[in-house]
């Protein structure tokens, strides 16, 4: 099947390779492999994905197969995530992300502090929290020693086979693109080595993994090699634990490599799954169902996003993006804004006079990333001016309201604020900053 190259930035603005099977307007599935392995360990999935009529993208971490090695030498569970958001945020649609092994750690990671809007499933290969040690000690001694390299395809072959003992005899030709070859003619696997000595976690990693996986709210798969001698029962017992509402299925004959050892029973649960938990019919919502869905079905509706500012009772600037904001009328000149009833600038917005609305253009990301998040400072690193009311203006930005508060409404979880518009101020010669399927977008002219 053909496999039309793809490349991804990740963080730090290093290359990642990707290729992509089946048709683009088909469901995404992203897959994520283990360590010392390539995306080339999951063409068998990707394949039977789409025919299944899924559109699956198979990637090569940092460091692996031909995506970019980092020159830091940085591969730790941190970085790997902050690629796989990077990713993410690249697509058009949140994927089903199905993630071996190093992969499910990094997309675990993603998952932590609402990471999970970014993806519409998860599917676990072999990714328990915490790894039997033997077994661990095992693969670590076998990539080491194998890390110097083959002088032959056919001693590559055997070396593939001790990695994957559940496989079968491998054909050495058949493995020339999983390998480069040095100044001499040796053979050596396609992975940086530090990739595979220099990552690891970090002693706060394991505490983040189990917050992430305990409040994971998309459809979860979690598969085991039965004969997995990395992960054994007692480790998955605590992924169970830790994760109640998540589905587990074993693969009887299958180790550590469950896709590549057992591919028809591995590529039957998951397309089992994917069809029962994330159908490629259109979703649906109805009244009292899963609240995701109808966020998602909202999502769908491109907005810009605003920096909403006011004065607190001590006269001190405060303000939160928000991307609900429209037009009401003309005459009289009335916008309305929305702020959540958990936001901490709420009770400003609710005993304020006056308020401003920032529209924001492309270059301030930032300025809308920091202004969503909970942080001290906000205002010292933006600037800012006041106009009539005293409010904060953020300088430069698209279009600036400076408003009179004339209502106030409840909305369910939101507050509706409405303020009649007594100065404007727009700049006609720059592109909004979009928000589209929980991402943020560029606008594109042709």
Not at 181 to 197: M, V
Not at 368 to 383: C, E, G, H, N, Y
């Amino acid at each position: 099947m053909s496999a039309p190259p793809l490349t991804f930035t990740g963080f730090g603005g290093l290359k990642l390779a990707a290729e992509a099977f089946g048709n683009p307007d088909n469901p995404a599935v992203l897959l994520l492999h283990g360590g010392a392995q390539t995306r080339r360990s999951w063409r068998e999935a990707a394949a039977a994905l789409a025919a299944a009529g899924r559109y699956a993208i198979t990637i090569d971490l940092r460091g692996h197969g031909e995506s970019e090695w980092a020159a830091d030498g940085r591969y730790g569970l941190s970085v790997l995530a902050a690629d796989l958001r990077a990713v993410l945020s690249q697509l058009d649609t949140r994927p089903v992300i199905v993630a071996a092994s190093l992969g499910g750690f990094a997309a675990l990671s993603a998952m932590a502090d609402g990471g999970s809007a970014l993806a519409s499933g998860l599917v676990l290969v072999d990714a328990a929290l915490e790894m039997d040690p033997v077994g661990q000690r095992r693969l670590g001694d076998i990539l080491r020693r194998q890390a110097a390299g083959f002088a032959t395809l056919e001693e590559a072959a055997a070396a593939a086979l001790e990695l994957n003992p559940g496989h079968g005899p491998f054909a050495p030709a058949g493995l020339r693109r999983q390998l480069r070859q040095d100044g001499a003619g040796r053979y050596f696997w396609n992975w940086d080595p530090k990739a595979i000595s220099g990552g690891g976690f970090a002693p706060e990693d394991l505490a983040d993994l189990e917050r992430a996986a305990a409040s994971l709210k998309i459809p979860t798969l979690v598969m085991h090699g039965r004969q997995s001698d990395v992960v054994t029962e007692a480790q998955m017992a605590r992924m169970r634990e830790l994760m109640p509402a998540a589905e587990v299925v074993d693969i009887e004959g299958a180790g550590h490599l469950v896709a590549t050892e057992q591919f028809d029973d591995f590529n039957a649960a998951l397309l089992e799954f994917l069809e029962r938990r994330i159908p490629r019919i259109p979703l649906t919502y109805e009244s009292g169902s899963d609240s995701r869905t109808l966020r998602d079905a909202l999502g769908t509706f491109g907005t810009g996003v605003v920096i909403a500012t006011t004065l607190d009772a001590d006269g001190n600037p405060t303000g939160l993006t928000a991307n609900s904001f429209t037009s009401v009328s003309l005459d009289p000149p009335l916008v309305l804004v929305c702020i959540g009833k958990t936001s901490r600038s709420l009770s400003a917005f609710e005993n304020c006079a006056n308020f401003v609305v920032n529209v924001l253009h492309i270059g301030q990301q930032p300025d809308s990333v920091r202004f969503a998040k909970r942080a001290d400072d906000r205002f010292t690193a933006s600037q800012w001016e006041t106009w009539n009311t005293g409010c904060p203006v953020l300088c430069g930005s698209l279009a600036s309201f400076e408003c009179d508060k004339q209502s106030w409404h409840d909305g369910g979880d939101h507050v509706i604020i409405v303020g009649h518009v007594r100065r404007a101020r727009f700049e006609p010669h720059r592109d909004p900053l979009l928000f589209f399927r929980g991402a943020y977008r560029r606008l594109h002219f042709f």
